[in-house]
């Protein structure tokens, strides 16, 4: 006999037959809270089940006005402004201002000692990008072991920050046609040798761990792919431009090449498929090249020496770092010296002036850019002629890569979502501005 305890009412739309029946979407809002949405990012998903058929980025919650405070003031006190964009590749910003200004004096040089230390910073900044971009990644995705070489790591390169600028984070190290020169010596630059030196370890272990873990690669390769015409028609740069295949650094283009890197034996390497994982290997590889770009840069500094044949040279291992520092001594620190004890009153005014006034740069417009970490960072600087600028526009690389997101995500789980979104290395700072 059939029991009838199992027989429910069923209300009408859902006596329909199985055919009939369809999953409605729904929107869920992803940040700014969730800890993956790198602070203040608001993605309002639309979901099929578990996967996104849209995703709309809502940016705006950290906007300053940077770009507005910039034109009331100086040249000089603009530039700690660079520093809080991108406050994860903070001097590379600087250099970008900086190559701007010097373009607009035509004082552009490619092979001074200033410059050769300016590159020398950049790399170590990327590298100090990367750590962070694939360490906070691989712990999004579940692995937690590269977030502690890659912050041992992060905290030399901030030591040399603080050294050299009294900062750890915002340096406003670089200056228009100079740096400033206080923090280095020749300690400096031996304890940089041997970070290098000890920085191959440490990018060996992470990308071991990494690349060898199954998860980690069943959870990047083929998800977020870009292709060549996306890449184009977003706008996006460096690692994520170069994992679609197109090669594009602004330190190789002989047009647009700047600073010393047109005289250093360097390499780029690109993509096949444009997904997360072939981002991970750029990004990985750069660090590398960043490394050999720094030994490069010491080996120059060093062999200047050679070219002088007045420097006391010491009978010891290090001659050539003793030696160069003498050099550096004789030729920029005494003038530093002399110039401080403002020997008359008219020096001490024409510096006081200098820095209180800020130097009036001619009249025209100019747009020139860096290959910061996350990719193509550009100053386009209008000057009328005084000590302030009239209008400077930033392009930053994160606010282009954003606006691929909707793009990556489509068709992925929503678990993805997280993977796409560490793989592009987005901060905010750099968005919003």
């Not at 329909?16 to 999953?23: F, H, L, V």
């Not at 100086?74 to 809080?84: A, G, V």
């Not at 930053?396 to 979502?417: C, W």
Request: hydrophobic share 40%; with cysteine.
């Amino acid at each position: 006999m059939k029991s009838n305890v199992f027989n429910f009412w069923q209300p009408n739309f859902l006596q329909n037959s199985y055919s009939e029946r369809k999953i409605k979407s729904f929107i869920l809002n992803f940040g700014p809270q969730h800890p993956a949405s790198h602070g203040v990012l608001r993605l309002v998903v639309q979901l099929n089940g578990e996967l996104v058929e849209r995703a709309d980025p809502h940016v705006g919650f950290l906007h300053r006005g940077t770009e507005k405070l910039m034109e009331t003031r100086n040249y000089l006190k603009s530039l700690p402004y660079f520093d809080r964009l991108d406050y994860v590749s903070m001097m590379t910003q600087e250099h970008a201002f900086c190559i701007a200004i010097e373009s607009l004096l035509k004082t552009v040089s490619y092979t001074s000692l200033y410059v050769q230390i300016r590159v020398l910073f950049d790399e170590l900044t990327r590298i100090l990008n990367h750590l962070l971009a694939i360490s906070t990644h691989s712990l999004d995705v579940g692995n937690m072991a590269p977030m502690f070489w890659a912050f041992e790591e992060r905290e030399r390169i901030m030591e040399f920050y603080e050294r050299v600028s009294g900062a750890r984070m915002h340096a406003a190290f670089y200056r228009p046609n100079d740096i400033d020169w206080t923090g280095l010596n020749y300690q400096f630059f031996l304890d940089v040798s041997l970070f290098a030196r000890d920085c191959f370890k440490s990018l060996t272990e992470i990308f071991t761990v990494l690349a060898t873990n199954r998860i980690w690669k069943s959870r990047l390769v083929n998800v977020g792919s870009l292709n060549i015409t996306d890449a184009y028609s977003y706008g996006v740069s460096g690692p994520i431009i170069r994992s679609a295949g197109v090669k594009k650094d602004i330190r190789f283009l002989r047009s647009e090449t700047y600073s010393h890197y047109w005289f250093l034996s360097i390499q780029g390497y690109l993509g096949k498929r444009g997904d997360s994982y072939d981002r991970f290997l750029i990004r990985t590889r750069e660090m590398y090249e960043s490394v050999n770009i720094v030994f490069q840069i010491l080996t120059n500094l060093t062999n200047l020496t050679n070219e002088n044949s007045n420097i006391i040279n010491y009978k010891n291992k290090n001659t050539n770092f003793f030696s160069f520092f003498d050099f550096l001594y004789a030729n920029k620190f005494k003038k530093l010296n002399h110039n401080s004890k403002y020997t008359s009153m008219e020096s001490l005014i024409n510096h006081f002036k200098q820095y209180s006034e800020g130097i009036k740069v001619p009249r025209g417009f100019i747009y020139k850019a860096v290959e910061a970490p996350k990719g193509e960072f550009g100053v386009s600087l209008i000057s009328d002629g005084t000590s302030v600028p009239y209008r400077c526009k930033i392009r930053t690389p994160a606010y282009h890569h954003m606006q691929v997101m909707p793009r990556l995500v489509q068709g992925h789980f929503f678990a993805d979502l997280v993977t796409v979104l560490g793989s592009q290395d987005i901060v905010f700072g750099d968005v919003d501005r």
